[in-house]
Each structure stands twice: as C-alpha cells, then as structure tokens.
C-alpha cells in the first residue's frame, strides 16, 4: 500500500514562489510516474507536471510551463514542485499523485494512490 503526504504550502504574494513536497511511504515500483494537480475554487482539478520515477522524463500543463519545476529525490522516495512566479489563479489545493502507467498524461483515471493535498494561496 503506498500513501503520499504532501507538505510545502502556505500563503504567498503575487511573484513569490514555494516548493511543494510529496513524502511516498510503501512499496512505490521504480517506473510509477507522479505527478502534481491543482483544484482551483470552484473549479475541476487539473494535473500540472508528472514525472517517470526511473528516466526522469517529465510533463507539464501548459498553464504552469516555464514557471514550475518537477523534481525528485529517489533515495528519499520524495518528489518536489518548485513553483515560481505565483500568480493569484495558482491559489488552490495542491495533491501529489501516483500511478503505475499514467500513460504521461493527466488522466486522473490513471493515478491509483492520491494525497490528502496542501493549501496554496497567492494575494
């Protein structure tokens, strides 16, 4: 059983930044993709940026490109999001996910194990 904490959250000003963590505990395969979605108020979630846990390869949405960094840490099954020149349309809730085949893609119907997500907020 694998469960994803998210930690990193917080209040910022309009071009600041924060760096969102994902601890994952339980028995992650090597070639699980993990990703990052946002849900907006009052509006649908959206995946952000994913990445391949063994080639690094990654993905991001085109609403956060340029501005958003997906890294990891394997030796510490963790993964980060380091997010840049906020914008008030990035305040949200922030879950890091995990699936055996995402397919690199967003389709949240690929991604098994979920977070409990951690509050963003840009003024």
């Known amino acids: 059983h694998v469960q994803l904490v998210e930690s990193g959250g917080g209040s910022v000003q309009a071009g600041g930044s924060l760096r969102l963590s994902c601890l994952a505990s339980?028995?992650?395969?090597?070639?699980?993709?993990m990703g990052w979605f946002r849900q907006a108020p009052g509006k649908e979630r959206e995946g952000l940026a994913l990445?391949?846990?063994?080639?690094?390869?990654?993905l991001y949405a085109d609403s956060v490109k340029g501005r958003v960094r997906i890294s990891q840490d394997s030796a510490k099954n963790t993964i980060f999001l380091q997010m840049n020149n906020l914008r008030p349309e990035d305040t949200g809730k922030y879950y890091c996910?995990?699936?055996?085949?995402?397919?690199?893609?967003?389709?949240?119907?690929?991604?098994?194990?979920w977070g409990q997500g951690t509050q963003v907020t840009v003024s």
């Open positions: 990445i391949y846990r063994n080639m690094g390869n990654h």
């Open positions: 339980g028995s992650l395969p090597s070639n699980y993709c």
């Open positions: 996910a995990a699936a055996t085949n995402c397919g690199f893609s967003f389709r949240e119907d690929r991604y098994t194990y």
